[in-house]
């Protein structure tokens, strides 16, 4: 049975740094897209950072550039970001997922962890 299972969340202050994990079970995640999605209170899911095995590709929003870097090691089965210089406006619940079509939409996504919060405030 497959699971994506993320962690790494919490609470810290802006400037901060959290580093989020997501582990796969039943994908072998070197096949796959993969991305860091997030959803703040009120609002949308949004794609924070994807990465497509194959090359090397990788998209940020425009909000995280610089800030964040999306990692994987797929013999771990496992993707991380790293997020640095943390904003209260990064606050909200990010999920992992994956999918087989490249874009970091939530709609091309198909299978998704549970979340863990990030909540950035002094």
């Known amino acids: 049975q497959w699971h994506l299972v993320e962690s790494g969340g919490g609470l810290v202050q802006p400037g901060g740094s959290l580093r989020l994990s997501c582990s796969a079970s039943?994908?072998?995640?070197?096949?796959?897209?993969i991305g860091w999605f997030r959803q703040a209170p009120g609002k949308e899911r949004e794609g924070v950072s994807c990465?497509?095995?194959?090359?090397?590709?990788?998209k940020y929003a425009d909000s995280v550039k610089g800030r964040f870097t999306i990692s994987r090691d797929n013999m771990k089965n496992t993707v991380y970001l790293q997020m640095n210089s943390l904003k209260p406006e990064d606050t909200g619940t990010y999920f992992c997922?994956?999918?087989?079509?490249?874009?970091?939409?939530?709609?091309?996504?198909?299978?998704w962890g549970q979340g863990t919060q990030v909540t950035v405030s002094s």
């Open positions: 990465s497509r095995s194959s090359g090397g590709d990788t």
């Open positions: 039943a994908f072998h995640l070197d096949s796959y897209v």
């Open positions: 997922a994956i999918g087989t079509n490249w874009g970091c939409h939530p709609e091309f996504q198909d299978y």
